[in-house]
């Protein structure tokens, strides 16, 4: 298993790195579209889609995407997009959490497939716009859920229920504690300071989303990446919860060690709209 997530991990990074620091947009659009589509057809899979059903929702996505290219949307200002994109996110997470697993399947199935589409169609969109925005920008934005991801495995793992009684989720994520989200929030908290000091010290080009909330405000950098991080947190327990209903360990095997592509963009999801979101009221 460990051979099989080295293996997998080494091609999925001989692939994206190229395409991430090219400067022409292209390349990673088309390669974050066709892993949208697979996501598509994993969400319909987890919703009890078999067969063309489940290939058809990944072709549903692709003509979202595609329309969307051709209009010239991944370039366009999309504020009142981002604005209900970010304001669904934060609603519907807080109502799924609270549901908990018993309340994922009294959802209408076409209600959980359309949302499902919907939300992969503007992850695609704000990450192909954070791309044209520049490298230094789209890779800040990656980092925050990198960063949350790792330094709640290691705060979870050092510090998980001893300054609290109860873990955060223990019916849709048994491993996931409140520390966890803590360290998340402060490695993603000093990462941000770094890199805004590298920006000014360096003299990027492209401002990075910490840089460009720092300029504007100091706390509101500190603001935005505490709710970042724990919105990359909310993304990863909603796609849980769905596995859970589902009765699945793993969206799909697309990926060998390392599970299907909605594990591996789980958190990514709401994300990447909600930065741009934010960034939309530096603009006022």
Not at 56 to 61: C, I, M, N, P, R
Not at 96 to 122: C, D, E, S, T
Not at 132 to 146: C, H, I, K, R, Y
Not at 216 to 238: I, R, T, Y
């Amino acid at each position: 298993m460990l051979k099989q997530r080295i293996i997998t991990a080494i091609v999925l990074l001989l692939i994206l790195v190229p395409a991430i620091v090219a400067g022409n947009p292209v390349p990673f659009a088309a390669l974050m579209l066709l892993a949208v589509v697979a996501a598509a057809w994993e969400w319909g899979r987890l919703n009890g889609l078999q067969g063309m059903a489940a290939y058809g929702l990944g072709a549903v996505a692709l003509l979202l995407c595609g329309a969307a290219w051709a209009m010239g949307w991944t370039q366009a200002a999309l504020p009142a997009v981002w604005l209900v994109a970010g304001a669904a996110w934060v609603l519907l997470a807080a109502f799924l959490l609270k549901g908990g697993v018993p309340g994922w399947a009294p959802i209408p199935r076409a209600l959980r497939l359309v949302v499902g589409v919907l939300a992969l169609w503007v992850a695609w969109l704000a990450i192909a716009q954070a791309k044209w925005m520049g490298v230094n920008f789209l890779l800040s934005v990656f980092a925050l859920v990198w960063m949350a991801d790792i330094g709640a495995y290691f705060a979870g793992r050092q510090f998980g229920l001893r300054f609290t009684k109860n873990k955060l989720a223990p019916a849709i994520s048994p491993g996931k504690s409140w520390e966890g989200v803590w360290g998340g929030a402060l490695g993603v908290l000093l990462m941000a300071l770094v890199w805004s000091w590298a920006d000014r010290h360096f003299g990027a080009q492209v401002p990075s989303f910490y840089s460009r909330l720092w300029d504007f405000s100091p706390w509101l950098m500190v603001l935005s990446c505490v709710f970042l991080a724990g919105m990359s947190v909310a993304g990863d327990l909603v796609e849980s919860l769905v596995k859970r209903s589902a009765g699945m360990k793993d969206s799909s095997h697309l990926l060998p060690g390392h599970g299907g592509v909605l594990d591996r963009i789980d958190a990514i999801l709401p994300t990447v709209p909600l930065a741009l979101m934010l960034l939309q009221f530096l603009d006022k």
